[in-house]
C-alpha cells in the first residue's frame, strides 16, 4: 500500500513563529504537493514538485516555501507564521497511471492553528 | 482560471436512497478525478475517467464524464451510511496538477 505520511496530525504555533511541516512517501513517486483545505473553498495547491530540488508555485504560494533534497520527502515552511494560514494542511504524492492521468494518494494531514 | 463547482453543497439522505452529485465547469479536462474524504483523513481516490461520455462502476457508485469533458457526475444507488463523507471531484489542470472543486459533504443516515 501506497503510504504518505505526515509529522504531526495537530500543531499550534504562535503568529510570527517559523513552522516546518514535513511529509514522506515511500513509493518512489516522482511528484509530490502540498495543498490547504479550508471550509467552502476546497483545496488549493500552494507548491508542488516534479523532482527532488525541483518546485513549482501553485495557486497560492505567498507566505509559503517548500524544499525537496530526498524523493521521498517535502517540506513545508511558513516563513512567519500568521492567523489567516490557520488550516488543514495535506500533502500528496503522485504517479503516472496512464492516459493523461496521474494517481494522488493523500496523507493523513495536518491541522494547524496559528494563535 | 479554471473552476470546479460542485452541487449541492451538502446532502443529507436516508439509507437506501439514490442520490447523485455533479461537478461543472467551463473548461475542458483531460481527465477528472473522483475523491472520497473522511473526517480526520485525507482525500482517497475512487475513480478516473479520461473519455468524453465513459461511464465507469465502483459497486453502487456510477460515475460519468460528459460527452465534451467539462463535468461529471456521480451516482449512488442505495446509499449505506458507509458513504457518508466529503466526495471532491478534480480535473487534470497542465501536466501533474489537478484543480479541485469545492466538495460536497453527504451524510446517509441509518
Known amino acids: 500500500d501506497v503510504k504518505v505520511t505526515q509529522s504531526s496530525r495537530y500543531l499550534v504555533k504562535r503568529t510570527g513563529e517559523k513552522v516546518f511541516l514535513e511529509c514522506v512517501q515511500d513509493?518512489?513517486?516522482?511528484?509530490m504537493f502540498w495543498y490547504r483545505q479550508d471550509p467552502g473553498l476546497g483545496l488549493r495547491l500552494i507548491y508542488f514538485s516534479y523532482d527532488v530540488k525541483m518546485k513549482e508555485k501553485g495557486d497560492i504560494p505567498e507566505g509559503y516555501s517548500v524544499s525537496r533534497e530526498k524523493k521521498e520527502r517535502f517540506s513545508l515552511i511558513l516563513e512567519s507564521a500568521s492567523t489567516n494560514q490557520t488550516s488543514m494542511y495535506l500533502c500528496a504524492s503522485s504517479f503516472f497511471s496512464g492516459t493523461n492521468s496521474y494517481e494522488q494518494y493523500f496523507g493523513p494531514g495536518t491541522r494547524l492553528t496559528v494563535t | 482560471t479554471q473552476l470546479l463547482e460542485q452541487s449541492p453543497q451538502f446532502l443529507s439522505i436516508q439509507e437506501g436512497e439514490n442520490l447523485t452529485v455533479y461537478c461543472n465547469s467551463s473548461s475542458v479536462f483531460s481527465s477528472l478525478q473522483w475523491y472520497r474524504q473522511e473526517p480526520g483523513e485525507g482525500p482517497v481516490l475512487l475513480v478516473t475517467v479520461v473519455t468524453g461520455g465513459e461511464v465507469k462502476k465502483l459497486k453502487r457508485l456510477t460515475f460519468q464524464f460528459g460527452d465534451a469533458r467539462k463535468d461529471s457526475s456521480l451516482h449512488i444507488t442505495a446509499a449505506q451510511t458507509g458513504d457518508t463523507g466529503l466526495y471532491l471531484c478534480?480535473?487534470?489542470?497542465?501536466?501533474?496538477?489537478?484543480?479541485f472543486g469545492t466538495g460536497t459533504r453527504l451524510k446517509v443516515l441509518a
Open positions: 513509493m518512489d513517486h516522482e511528484n
Open positions: 478534480a480535473g487534470a489542470s497542465g501536466t501533474y496538477k489537478y484543480i
